[in-house]
């Protein structure tokens, strides 16, 4: 049973459409990361959100920390084909600071 | 930011060999992890790699099937041992708090195929 679920696992979508990615869990993290992945290359960090029910923008993402710091979600607004790629959370927790990862969402984003 | 170089970036390899992947932070990082990954998939954590200590294993992963060297604090390796078809994967390396906002920097990937 994975500590964070992710969901949906894949998405296709129409350039242009929205979407919303979720990630949850029964435990509390100190800190939530969205990472984004391309094929060939490691994940990068998009965002790190600390604080419960924090809201980040980056352009055309929205990242939202639960109140309770247990979940979070990533909104996509326009999605335009070069958002394709796995989008993957992580939650950091424990003394060592160590990243749990979520399942990953695997977005295609079609002209 | 800071860049992870990791290599090999892929390799074919035989059954029952070994395979040393190495990676190359260009700043000092205390912790650094080793990840495995199927291509698509989210990624499980190996091990973590202090510097003048043994490494963490995580549960299913042992010493003697992935031994890891951490020298310093800007270099690892991972061998995968006695491969076998079943380490067919993807494994990255990353270090800790090197981005903005206290991320991990990832290495670009090693693609392993045992034949």
């Known amino acids: 049973t994975q500590l964070l679920e992710q969901s949906p696992q894949f998405l296709s979508i129409q350039e242009g459409e929205n979407l919303t990615v979720y990630c949850n869990s029964s435990?509390?993290?100190?800190?939530l990361q969205w990472y984004r992945q391309e094929p060939g290359e490691g994940p990068v960090l998009l965002v790190t959100?600390?604080?419960?029910?924090e809201v980040k923008k980056l352009k055309r993402l929205t990242f939202q920390f639960g109140d309770a710091r247990k979940d979070s979600s990533l909104h996509i607004t326009a999605a335009q084909p070069g958002d394709t790629g796995l989008y993957l959370c992580?939650?950091?927790?424990?003394?060592?600071?160590?990243?749990?990862f979520g399942g990953g969402t695997r977005l295609m984003v079609k002209p | 930011s800071a860049v992870i170089s990791q290599k090999p970036s892929r390799d074919i390899c035989q059954r029952g060999t070994s395979l040393t992947i190495q990676c190359q932070v260009d700043?000092?990082?205390?912790?650094m992890f080793w990840y495995r990954q199927q291509p698509g998939q989210s990624l499980t954590l190996i091990a973590t790699?202090?510097?003048?200590?043994?490494?963490?294993?995580e549960s299913g992963f042992v010493i003697d099937k992935f031994p890891i060297s951490r020298p310093n604090l800007t270099f690892s390796t991972l061998t995968v041992s006695n491969m076998s078809p079943e380490d067919s994967s993807i494994y990255l390396c990353?270090?800790?708090?090197?981005?903005?906002?206290?991320?991990?920097?990832f290495g670009s990937g090693t693609r392993l195929t045992v034949v």
């Open positions: 959100v600390v604080t419960g029910g």
């Open positions: 435990s509390v993290f100190s800190s």
């Open positions: 990353s270090g800790e708090g090197l981005e903005v906002d206290y991320g991990y920097t």
């Open positions: 700043s000092q990082v205390t912790m």
């Open positions: 992580a939650g950091v927790r424990g003394a060592g600071n160590m990243l749990t």
């Open positions: 790699a202090n510097q003048g200590s043994e490494a963490t294993y």
